[in-house]
DNA sequence: ATAGGGTTAG
């Protein structure tokens, strides 16, 4: 089914199934000078009759299967039939005695070749490795560990740590940050911490490990900290660092340090690579500033398909879906061929600008590209589909795909009910959640308040009832501003905040302006319903939004852009609060959501209230 | 013949 060179050449390159070991032909042959050439297996496959004819084949010589393997295994994730196919070659040698065969092997899976499954694979390749009493090496244990990270296999890796341990190879110095990595792939920061702590901390590379897992597991923050002290080192940041910390101000919000950042970039003259651009991108468009992110993109000599995807997604991000869809047709102009990232990009972009029938087109039109659909791009045809209002549509969409959903999925369809006020689907669906997954206090939010909105009080108090029960708890609202290189954090309702009560006093002033232009307070979203009218005005007054919009506006210049970044969904009274400060105060807020970017002007916003 | 760290639906 696959149309790899694969099934253009089958047999002939598998050596023979014979109980004898081959012999060993390590005398020379002069066609081995051909081996470094031969660059895919269609070539491979060639060479390999040419020495038939010649009498004699090459199948056993350890360089030609050496060869095939690497071949094979370096298409990695790209190419799972080809890793297959090695797997099949090397399952067939009678005994193989050289690390290398193994460690390609391995390698394969540790770029991911055998998806969830790669990693107990890689087990196997090591089980054999030993049992044929071939001595590992540190390149093999980086790739086991590799190859459990990249198939998430916790459990495999920590086995993987405990035989490098035996084997008096975890502290080496490529081995100790793929156990950081492995760690923290595997969504286990802390015992990605306790490998960090156990190293002299000279090295560059565990930085960077460390500095990624932070990122990695939303701990932006932390990040920081790691780079501030490898710098009082002395370490000297790599290009990887600077990746990795650009990306920690992206999830932050942080503007003036990513800024700062780009000025370090561009003094060590990293500003030429491509990676480093694309994570400059990232970082100004999650930061709000879509104008430098396409500074930067403009002024890049050479483009990649990252540096396109990440444009295309920035354009998206902030409502311009149309900018973003030509992004994407001007790529593939230039002759790049999208992959799965990419339409990720597209889909993205069509469900957040309501361009249903061409976000579908495009979803078809993955095939053509050979690309498989995964889990993310049926997310965001949901999300198209549900968004637009074709509930039920969607609905059958995610029941009849062809692999299990996740929670996620019937969230994003969740979502939907609540912003079409469809209570009846909407109880279907966080049916289908509870099945899957009952931690997520979110969804018990939004059903409840779809209930609350739709009148629909006993099964409002029903969720809640279940939601205690199970001690499923809301995640706060938070808010955070960044000003004069300070990022601050407001939590909705609470006083943790050193400036809370200025700025609760501010949201007041504020308030007070805003009534005179016509706001008034839309309590449908609360969430503590057992609340009175008041109590719920108090609340929603100090909603996280508020407290850093009106504490922006305390501390800025008149007219200074407010830069606002949110941890869950904008509610609709702070949208409009919004939209008001905005025109009131003359001033652009700029506010990044869970999901997108408000620019808000002259009493508009960005969005045209479709989020 | 091989190696460590980097962007991605909701």
Known sequence: MSSSPLTATPSPLLPAKSKNPPPHHHHHNPLLAYLPHCTSLRALAQLHAVAVKAGGGLQAHPAFVTRLLTLCTEQGAEAPAHLAYARQVFDRIPHPGDVVWYNTLLRGYARGGGGGGGAEEAARVFVRMMEEGVAPDTYTFVSLLKACASARAGEEGRQAHGVAVKAGAAEHEYVAPTLINMYAECGDVRAARVMFDRMDGECVVSYNAMITASVRSSLPGEALVLFREMQAKGLK??????????????????????????????????????????????????????????????????????????????????????????????????????????????????????????????????????????????????????????????????????????????????????????VDMGKRVFERILELDDSHGGDYVIFSNLCANTGRWEEMNMVRKLMSEKGVVKVPGCSSIEIDNMVHEFFAGDGSHPHSQEARRMVDEVIEQLKLVGYVPNTSHVFHVEMGEEEKATSLRYHSEKLAISFGLLNTAPGTTLRIVKNLRVCPDCHSMAKLVSMVFNRRIILRDLNRFHHFEDGVCSCGDYW
């Open 237 to 422: 940041p790599t290009s990887v660092t600077l990746i990795s910390v650009l990306s920690a101000c992206a999830l932050l919000g942080a503007l003036e340090l990513g800024r700062w950042i780009h000025d370090y970039i561009r003094k060590m003259r990293l500003d030429s690579l491509v990676k480093v651009n694309t994570a400059l991108i990232d970082m100004y468009a999650k930061c709000g500033s879509l104008e430098d992110a396409i500074g930067v993109f403009q002024d890049m000599e050479s483009r990649d398909k990252q540096a396109w995807s990440v444009m295309m997604v920035a354009y998206a991000n902030h409502g311009y879906g149309r900018e973003a869809i030509s992004m994407f047709e001007e790529m593939k102009k230039q002759g790049m061929k999208p992959d799965d990232v990419t339409f990720l990009g597209v889909l993205y972009a069509c469900s957040h600008s309501g361009m249903v029938s061409e976000g579908l087109q495009y979803f078809d039109s993955m095939r053509e590209y050979g690309i498989v659909s995964g889990i993310k791009h049926y997310g965001c045809v949901t999300d198209l589909l549900a968004r637009s209002g074709q509930l039920e549509r969607a609905y059958k969409f995610i029941d009849e795909l062809p692999i299990k959903p996740t929670a996620i999925l019937w969230r994003t369809l969740l979502s939907a009910c609540a912003g079409h006020g469809d």
